[in-house]
């Protein structure tokens, strides 16, 4: 493929294959009100086919008996493998392509065939861990594509940004003691599943390379876009990724019926800003983003509409005005706890 420097988009009906019980929040529909975000846009975007991930990128993060677990479990189907997550007869092929989908446009935008783009892919996967499904997960989709783009196209240094709901436990887990992957998660807390403290810094040489910004129930627009601009701006300056890899769940939305948040469309078109802008800072703008939670079909639709219309190459990113730290303020209670523990490996670290 030649050089197009436009957004590509993965987006399939096969997704649509991993069905649970009735009444299941993690259901086929999501992905319909994804799909009305992306029909305005279109004509602008380029598809990608997706295919199934290898044994070979699947190891890289999971072991030969989970894949073997995830294979039976839906040979058996319907089964549940803890009492979140389900398996039907299509499951483990769909789980495969959505891991495969999420490497192709992580690969596709280091290789500068495109400028970004966004996999509309389930079921989710920043909850599975190496031997174990959980969280509505069967296998880590944007770790998988992390190790494949540092095992195959030579990337040394990955950036992958959580802003899911839910703390992605998995992800971090699968490279805590890595320092050539930073994992930086928002995340209200405590929650579902329970890990995501400040405390939580990463394992032996990779101490430092996990930034986790735990929120309570509550924070809204005004408390993430503070978080970005004072934590994650500086995180990213310091740590100089070669790309940046999206966990784009949708469920912070004020709608969701599964968490307590309170972002609005509008506060997801600036938390994109501010990642665009940064991506094309400081990785030539080698950006992509992986679907994973959103359990509302008007947070589903406004985040992607957002998340397309700041990432989009031909458009400029708005960046919002700073926000500012007030005394006795909840951005304040978020931001000190991770300030004082990173402070000292990141310059600027709570500076607008």
Request: charged share 20%; proline share 7%.
């Amino acid at each position: 493929m030649g050089v197009t420097r436009t957004a590509g988009v993965v987006d399939d009906p096969r997704f649509r294959e991993h069905r649970g019980p009735d009444g299941h929040p993690e259901r086929p529909e999501r992905l319909l009100a994804v799909g009305r975000a992306l029909d305005a846009h279109r004509a602008v975007l380029a598809p990608l086919a997706p295919r199934l991930a290898t044994d070979e990128e699947l190891l890289r993060i999971h072991g030969r008996e989970h894949l073997a677990r995830v294979a039976e479990a839906a040979r058996r189907a319907p089964i549940h493998l803890d009492p979140d997550t389900f398996c039907s007869p299509r499951s483990a092929e769909v789980a495969r392509l959505a891991a495969g989908a999420a490497v192709d446009l992580a690969r596709a935008v280091v290789r500068g065939e495109l400028a970004t783009g966004l996999a509309a892919v389930r079921p989710p996967g920043h909850h599975a861990e190496a031997g174990r499904a959980m969280g509505f997960c069967l296998f880590n989709n944007v770790a998988v594509a992390a190790r494949a783009l540092q095992a195959e196209e030579g990337v040394e240094r990955v950036l992958i940004l959580d802003w899911d709901v839910h703390h992605g436990n998995g992800t971090q887990h699968s490279f805590e003691d890595d320092p050539s992957v930073l994992y930086f998660s928002t995340h209200q807390h405590p929650y579902y599943p329970g890990t995501g403290s400040a405390s939580e810094i990463g394992e032996g040489r990779g101490r430092g390379a996990t930034v986790n910004v735990p929120m309570p129930a509550g924070c809204g627009d005004a408390e993430y876009v503070g978080v970005f601009q004072r934590v994650l701006v500086p995180v990213v300056r310091g740590f100089r990724p070669d790309v940046v890899l999206v966990s784009a769940g949708f469920d912070a939305h004020r709608d969701d019926p599964l968490a307590a948040m309170d972002v609005t469309g509008a506060g997801y078109a600036a938390l994109a800003a501010i990642v665009r802008s940064l991506a094309d800072e400081v990785c030539g703008g080698r950006l992509a983003f992986v679907l994973e939670g959103g359990y509302a079909a008007s947070g589903l639709r406004e985040g992607v509409e957002a998340v397309l219309g700041a990432a989009l190459p031909e458009v400029a990113p708005a960046l919002p005005a700073s926000v500012p730290v007030e005394a006795g303020t909840l951005l304040r209670r978020v931001l000190e706890p991770v300030v004082g523990i990173h402070r000292g490996r990141f310059s600027d670290l709570g500076s607008a």
